[in-house]
């Protein structure tokens, strides 16, 4: 038996090293190594396949241009560009605001110290920061600041210190990311059970705070701690509803925090309608629930890479909270500005992932075919000289004799 299995697996060794004579001989030289490398890459698994809840087959539903689509910035981080972190509640913002800080590739790594919860993310060679977030410049424009807050605040607070005419010409990317609205109410409601506030924000719009009838407070003394999910639900003034699609608007289209500037069925339009349109003009965001996707197109936008993988967390405080049928309903319609807008944002997400992943095996199938035209090129070359050395070899003994 063992005879056997001897001579079968030097029949299979003699039959490889063949194999390999033959490739050699057929194709030498490191052109074909470097194919055999790439077709033995491009056959490994897709690595952001097998994640998520996303279906095999994702059918779009809305429409959208290539332009749209296509999000790939020249992000210029010797120069003066920004990236603006718009950190949402309860979204995942703290995980991929690490990230931002501790996980990317670059000539002059962030500088985190233990025990400090911001970094240093200093620009090679320059003492400035290209990133706008919790982890690198704190909460500069105020504790959680919206879409309305940082776009009026970043500009004057990072050339604050600059005469006007010396300011840089600067390029703001603006990212976000977000969360299925009912797991990020869900997960808002315990935080605050826990004693959480928030009471730093400065909702700052048109130059100024809201006031205490524009947007009262859910609960006396120090916070809301141990507040049931009723509680939390039945509170009209309670931030956390349609918190999304609030911090992603302009709010200035809407009068603010004053809710008697225009009927509220047309400021629901207005803010909805402004959330998406603001949501697909950023440089980039991403979605909790689909974490892979969410590095892969980070990386491709801003042509930074990451060093580790994002993980997919699936097991979170807000899906360990069991509520019945009833209450899924009540929480879907008190967030139904959130609703459609994760609806949306999850369609133009998932549509961008794929046109990306397109336009890569595109781009790897054309290397590939000028890689093919320049062996065959190299290949004829070499016949060529092959048959005239033979030609002149003939020529040169047909004089001697």
């Given at each position: 038996?063992?005879d056997?299995?001897?001579?079968?697996?030097?029949?299979?060794?003699?039959l490889?090293?063949?194999?390999?004579?033959?490739?050699?001989?057929?194709?030498?030289?490191?052109?074909?190594?470097?194919?055999r490398?790439?077709?033995?890459?491009?056959s490994?698994?897709?690595?952001?396949?097998?994640?998520?809840?996303s279906?095999p087959?994702?059918?779009?539903?809305?429409?959208?241009?290539?332009?749209e689509?296509?999000?790939?910035?020249?992000?210029?981080?010797k120069?003066?560009?920004?990236?603006?972190?718009?950190?949402?509640?309860?979204?995942?913002?703290?995980?991929?605001?690490?990230?931002?800080?501790?996980?990317?590739?670059?000539?002059?790594p962030?500088?985190?110290?233990?025990?400090?919860?911001?970094?240093t993310?200093?620009?090679?060679?320059?003492?400035?920061?290209?990133?706008?977030?919790?982890?690198?410049t704190?909460?500069?424009?105020?504790?959680?600041?919206?879409?309305?807050e940082?776009?009026?605040?970043?500009?004057?607070?990072?050339?604050?210190?600059?005469?006007?005419?010396?300011?840089?010409?600067?390029?703001?990317?603006?990212?976000?990311?977000?969360?299925?609205p009912?797991?990020?109410?869900?997960?808002?409601?315990r935080?605050?059970?826990?004693g959480?506030?928030?009471?730093?924000?400065?909702?700052?719009?048109?130059?100024?705070?809201?006031?205490?009838?524009?947007?009262?407070?859910?609960?006396?003394?120090?916070?809301?701690?141990?507040?049931?999910?009723?509680?939390?639900?039945?509170?009209?003034?309670?931030?956390?509803?349609?918190?999304?699609?609030?911090?992603?608007?302009?709010?200035?289209?809407?009068?603010?925090?004053?809710?008697?500037?225009?009927?509220?069925?047309q400021?629901?339009?207005?803010?909805l309608?402004?959330?998406k349109?603001?949501?697909?003009?950023?440089?980039f965001?991403?979605?909790?629930?689909?974490?892979?996707?969410?590095?892969?197109?980070?990386?491709?936008?801003?042509?930074?890479n990451f060093?580790?993988?994002?993980?997919?967390?699936?097991?979170?405080?807000?899906?360990?909270?069991?509520?019945?049928?009833?209450?899924?309903?009540?929480?879907?319609?008190?967030?139904?500005?959130?609703?459609?807008?994760?609806?949306y944002?999850?369609?133009?997400?998932l549509?961008?992932?794929?046109?990306?992943?397109?336009?890569?095996?595109q781009?790897?199938?054309?290397?590939?075919?000028?890689?093919?035209?320049i062996?065959?090129?190299?290949?004829?070359?070499?016949?060529?000289?092959?048959?005239?050395?033979?030609?002149?070899?003939?020529?040169?003994?047909?004089?001697?004799?």
């Amino acid at each position: 038996m063992d005879d056997k299995s001897n001579k079968l697996l030097l029949a299979l060794v003699m039959l490889f090293l063949f194999a390999v004579i033959v490739l050699q001989y057929v194709c030498p030289g490191t052109e074909c190594q470097l194919l055999r490398l790439q077709a033995f890459a491009s056959s490994r698994a897709d690595p952001y396949r097998p994640e998520d809840e996303s279906p095999p087959r994702f059918v779009a539903r809305l429409n959208f241009t290539d332009a749209e689509l296509l999000r790939k910035v020249d992000f210029n981080i010797k120069g003066d560009d920004l990236i603006v972190f718009l950190h949402i509640q309860k979204t995942g913002g703290t995980t991929f605001g690490r990230h931002l800080v501790r996980n990317i590739q670059l000539e002059q790594p962030c500088e985190c110290k233990a025990g400090q919860k911001k970094c240093t993310c200093h620009r090679p060679g320059k003492r400035e920061t290209w990133l706008f977030s919790r982890f690198s410049t704190g909460w500069s424009c105020g504790l959680h600041a919206d879409w309305t807050e940082l776009t009026n605040c970043v500009p004057s607070i990072v050339d604050s210190k600059k005469e006007v005419r010396l300011r840089p010409s600067r390029n703001f990317y603006y990212i976000t990311i977000l969360r299925d609205p009912v797991s990020r109410y869900l997960s808002e409601w315990r935080h605050v059970q826990r004693g959480a506030t928030w009471k730093a924000s400065l909702h700052v719009c048109d130059g100024r705070s809201p006031t205490i009838e524009e947007l009262p407070s859910c609960y006396t003394g120090d916070d809301w701690s141990g507040c049931s999910l009723k509680e939390f639900m039945d509170c009209p003034y309670n931030l956390a509803n349609n918190r999304q699609v609030r911090m992603l608007s302009d709010l200035s289209l809407v009068g603010c925090y004053n809710l008697s500037v225009m009927p509220e069925e047309q400021r629901n339009k207005v803010l909805l309608d402004s959330a998406k349109e603001n949501l697909k003009c950023m440089a980039f965001f991403g979605l909790t629930e689909f974490q892979r996707k969410t590095q892969y197109l980070f990386e491709k936008t801003f042509n930074m890479n990451f060093i580790s993988p994002f993980t997919q967390y699936n097991n979170t405080r807000a899906s360990s909270v069991e509520i019945d049928q009833q209450t899924q309903k009540r929480i879907e319609a008190l967030n139904f500005l959130d609703m459609e807008l994760y609806e949306y944002a999850k369609d133009l997400f998932l549509q961008r992932y794929q046109f990306t992943r397109q336009k890569d095996h595109q781009e790897a199938r054309r290397k590939r075919q000028e890689q093919r035209k320049i062996l065959k090129t190299r290949h004829a070359h070499k016949r060529d000289q092959t048959d005239n050395a033979t030609t002149d070899y003939v020529e040169d003994v047909e004089k001697w004799r």
